[in-house]
């Protein structure tokens, strides 16, 4: 999208599109997690998606992503914790949005608690869950734009407020939100989840991230979304040789310094930007969608074979080889000049 390549290729096709955070419309925004518009593409954490298909929508899945970065649990210098097995006993953070139809940062800290608790035989049970309240919606947070998804100190403000004031021992954070707490706070790592020795283990929100279609979207613009699907691969391909440009553009969209984004993913990043539908990442997202069952963050169950649709991403794979055999590399297509769609068949929105 920065470099123009996706608006091109769309215009090519007779396609707009917009961006659902930037709408400005309220109801628009929130199908970021209910993924209620009819002609939406969505690119995130995985539980809004699997939440909003338990929910009933009609959405498939088309690609998933895992980007490894560090889901660290957290507690200061002073608590004379220093290890996992000095948690049994100890209140750990964990906030609470009554208000928003899926609480997400809820059930990535319940989960990274859960596993890091298990890698030395304790339990939820071993230790107090401190529920702290948030009135505030997770798009009431945005730190330039009002209506943004809220970012950093702004996602888990309550959280490291709570830590420093040692009402609580422990916290969870996790990427480039977690190299900004341990930066202001100075607090340490005890256990990061990222680094599970058994992969699966680490699957949490933000892995594996799932690229979701409305069904609609597919069957009316199935060439639209297969490219959008194209571009991504591409655009994976570009970071990996593009490592600074790469960070750079994560870092504006994270809204945090270049730096933040390198301690938070270190080398990792540029070279693991992939999408695919590999017989792994669905088991990671088959193990999300039973952690929320069993901790009733979804009330419904639903086929998750079902809910996976294999054909845009195979026919990406097929524009990148005739991509390929005209001599462009995916890695390195061109700029292109700036295209606007003057006729739309459809809009096309995106998070």
Same mark, same amino acid.
């Given at each position: 999208m920065r470099r123009g390549n996706l608006e091109a290729a769309l215009a090519r096709l007779g396609v707009g599109f917009a961006s659902i955070q930037l709408s400005g419309d309220r109801v628009k925004q929130a199908s970021h997690f209910t993924h209620v518009l009819p002609d939406s593409i969505r690119h995130g954490g995985n539980t809004p998606a699997i939440f909003?298909?338990?929910?009933?929508?009609?959405?498939?899945?088309?690609?998933?992503?895992?980007?490894?970065?560090?889901?660290?649990?957290?507690?200061?210098?002073?608590?004379?914790?220093?290890?996992?097995?000095?948690?049994r006993g100890r209140r750990l953070a964990l906030s609470s949005r009554p208000n928003e139809p899926i609480d997400f940062w809820r059930a990535a800290a319940l989960a990274a608690y859960e596993t890091a608790l298990a890698s030395e035989g304790l339990t939820l049970s071993d230790v107090e869950l401190v529920d702290l309240s948030v009135a505030r919606g997770y798009l009431d947070d945005g730190r330039l734009l009002p209506g943004r998804l809220a970012a950093g100190g702004d996602l888990q403000r309550e959280e490291v407020f709570a830590l420093i004031r040692g009402e609580v021992d422990a916290i969870y954070s996790q990427s480039s939100f977690a190299a900004e707490v341990v930066s202001f706070t100075r607090a340490q790592v005890i256990y990061d989840v990222g680094s599970h020795p058994d992969?699966?283990?680490?699957?949490?929100?933000?892995?594996?991230?799932?690229?979701?279609?409305?069904?609609?979207?597919?069957?009316?613009?199935?060439?639209?979304?297969?490219?959008?699907?194209?571009?991504?691969?591409?655009?994976?391909?570009? $970071? /990996?040789?593009?490592? %600074? &440009?790469? !960070?750079?553009?994560?870092a504006s969209e994270q809204r945090v310094a270049e730096e933040t984004v390198e301690v938070a993913y270190g080398d990792q990043l540029t070279g693991r930007l992939d999408i695919d539908l590999s017989p792994f990442r669905r088991t990671a997202l088959a193990r999300r969608k039973d952690f929320l069952l069993r901790h009733g963050?979804?009330?419904?169950?639903?086929?998750?074979?079902?809910?996976?649709?294999?054909?845009?991403?195979?026919?990406?794979?097929?524009i990148v080889a005739a991509w390929r055999a005209d001599g462009l590399e995916p890695g390195?297509?061109?700029?292109?000049?700036?295209? $606007? /769609?003057?006729?739309? %068949? &459809?809009? !096309?929105?995106?998070?």
């Open positions: 909003a298909r338990s929910q009933g929508a009609d959405t498939r899945v088309v690609a998933l992503s895992w980007t490894p970065t560090a889901h660290p649990i957290l507690t200061l210098p002073q608590s004379g914790i220093r290890s996992v097995r000095d948690l992969p699966l283990s680490r699957a949490n929100n933000a892995l594996p991230e799932a690229f979701t279609v409305s069904a609609s979207l597919i069957e009316q613009e199935f060439e639209a979304v297969a490219t959008i699907l194209a571009h991504s691969l591409a655009a994976a391909e570009w $970071a /990996a040789g593009h490592h %600074r &440009e790469a !960070v750079r553009i994560v963050f979804i009330k419904a169950d639903f086929d998750l074979d079902g809910w996976i649709d294999p054909r845009p991403l195979e026919r990406a794979h097929e390195e297509l061109p700029e292109p000049p700036f295209v $606007a /769609a003057s006729e739309t %068949r &459809e809009r !096309v929105h995106l998070a």
